[in-house]
Nanobody, 124 residues
Framework: QVQLVESGGGLVQAGGSLRLSCAAS????????MGWFRQAPGKEREFVAVINWTGGRTNYADSSKGRFTISRDNAKNTVYLQMNSLEPEDTAVYICAADRWRSLPKEPHEYSYWGQGTQVTVSS
């Protein structure tokens, strides 16, 4: 099993930056694709970014491209989401997810494991 714990959320002004972390525990973390999703109140869960198990391939939502960067450090069992040029529309709970079998999954139903999320609030 894989357990995921997010951290790094908080309150920032528009145009600011945050770096989220997702610490994983359990066996074979390095073999899992890792993704970030977000969910705002009253809205469906939305794909943000994903990175494959080696860290050599990534994919981003259109809203994330050019502003967000996903990375991982398998030696530390941690995946990161660097968020720059934040906007109020980025306000949401950001959730880390893991999948064992797919390379770059983008749909929530394709993931097997989920964290509890960390709140990101961007003020105008």
């Amino acid at each position: 099993q894989v357990q995921l714990v997010e951290s790094g959320g908080g309150l920032v002004q528009a145009g600011g930056s945050l770096r989220l972390s997702c610490a994983a525990s359990g066996r074979t973390f390095s073999n899992y694709a890792m993704g970030w999703f977000r969910q705002a109140p009253g809205k469906e869960r939305e794909f943000v970014a994903v990175i494959n198990w080696t860290g050599g391939r990534t994919n981003y939502a259109d809203s994330s491209k050019g502003r967000f960067t996903i990375s991982r450090d398998n030696a530390k069992n941690t995946v990161y989401l660097q968020m720059n040029s934040l906007e109020p529309e980025d306000t949401a709970v950001y959730i880390c997810a893991a999948d064992r079998w797919r390379s770059l999954p983008k749909e929530p139903h394709e993931y097997s494991y989920w964290g509890q999320g960390t709140q990101v609030t961007v003020s105008s």
